[in-house]
């Protein structure tokens, strides 16, 4: 970290620091105190965590294809088998993006000055892409979990998923690319780090906080029906989708642990809220006009760069059989016929739950019927 040898607690000349007190669009550089150095290697060392908890997570994917490929070499599995699996990998690159754009803050930690050039333009890039990206997956994944869940549309749509994925992947790059590309000074000093210019207002809201602030409301808003869903006291009329009926449980939604995993789902977005307020609250009252501490800054940025510790943490904890972390063995299907249960939605495969027989007779067994084979229900 540079020694603090010039005017007012910085780094800076006293030409450097009448320049940094310029407003955009002229302003080029960024004068940074020793204290708002020190929260930036901060905010760095929590962009570090995220990142390092992420390439854990792959490096473990990848001893998972490995395993599964050693076991089953006939094939027969997916790495991307339900949409879960999708938007839980889309959101870890989008995770790992986000976190790379949060470390470079070690340079202007380092050098207590904060620069336009490549560097800096690459910073901004890089984070417009990280952000938004997980925004958009988090909102996804919130929206995906509670129709799923409430109307069982979408159990197995893949390419749907694929789909969504993609288009909210080109809404980033033509957003990123066009706004770079098109506007002079875009990503300037803001001014602890590179970032939309606040001479662009517009982009900054719908390039990142619009997407940011929907994801929030929206997992607050679709938690609590489906809190009450997974325990049987709303349910959804089966012939008018927009009916709801709430009342006390009948005690049979134990039965269906995939509500439980609907729930587990929405974990994802209500952390992703809890992480993204203290930096809203920041925002909001920088909007508005009102002065926010730098250390308030620091702490509202800390907590958002830990987003990709957060959704490792989630996804080991609640639904760690996904991407292939269940056993091998786990996958072969039984000798028996599957059928699907339309009295439980389901958000993905539920492996820790085996199959068990509902209604078997023997071979050849005079019931004075037909004789009945074996059938197994299974909720997937």
Not at 17 to 32: M, V
Not at 67 to 96: C, E, M, T
Not at 269 to 279: F, I, K, Q, R, T
Request: with cysteine; aromatic share 12%; glycine share 8%.
């Amino acid at each position: 970290m540079s020694t603090l040898d010039g005017v007012h607690g910085t780094v800076c000349n006293e030409q450097q620091y009448q320049q940094s007190l310029l407003t955009d669009p002229h302003r080029t550089i960024s004068c940074l105190t020793h204290g708002q150095s020190i929260g930036l290697a901060l905010t760095a060392g929590a962009s570090f965590l995220s990142l390092a908890a992420v390439v854990v997570i792959f490096v473990l994917i990848g001893r998972n294809i490995r395993r599964y490929r050693k076991a089953l070499p006939n094939g027969g599995w997916k790495l991307l088998q339900v949409p879960a699996d999708i938007y839980l990998l889309s959101l870890f690159v989008y995770d790992i993006l986000q976190a790379l754009g949060g470390i470079l803050d070690v340079r202007w930690a380092h050098d207590g000055i904060v620069t336009t050039g490549h560097y800096c333009t690459a910073q901004g890039v890089i984070q417009q892409i990280g952000q938004l990206g997980v925004a958009l997956i988090t909102l996804i994944i919130t929206v995906y979990s509670f129709v799923v869940a409430l109307w069982n549309i979408g159990i197995q749509a893949r390419h749907f998923a694929f789909g969504t994925v993609a288009l909210a992947s080109l809404f980033i790059a033509l957003w990123v690319g066009i706004g770079n590309g098109v506007h002079k000074n875009f990503v300037t000093p803001s001014p602890y780090w590179c970032w939309i210019s606040p001479e662009y207002k517009l982009e900054r809201l719908a390039g990142e906080y619009v997407w940011m602030w929907i994801a929030l409301f929206a997992s607050v808003i679709m938690y609590l029906p489906l809190y009450f869903w997974t325990k049987g006291r709303l349910s959804v009329n089966p012939e008018k989708w927009y009916k709801f009926r709430l009342g006390k449980s009948d005690g049979e939604y134990c039965e269906y642990p995939q509500r439980q995993a609907a729930l587990g789902m929405l974990f994802y977005p209500l952390a992703y809220s809890l992480m993204v307020l203290p930096l809203t609250i920041a925002r909001w009252s920088l909007f508005n006009h009102k002065k926010v501490s730098s250390a308030a800054t620091f702490f509202g940025v800390s907590m958002f760069n830990l987003s990709g510790t957060i959704n490792v943490l989630l996804f080991l904890i609640v639904r760690p059989q996904l991407l292939l972390f269940s056993p091998p063995e786990e996958f072969s299907e039984p000798d028996v016929e599957f059928h699907y249960s339309n009295t439980d939605s389901t958000i993905f495969p539920d492996t820790n739950h085996r199959p068990q027989p509902t209604e078997m007779r023997l071979a050849g067994e005079d019931t004075g019927s037909e004789v009945q084979h074996p059938r197994v229900l299974e909720t997937v």
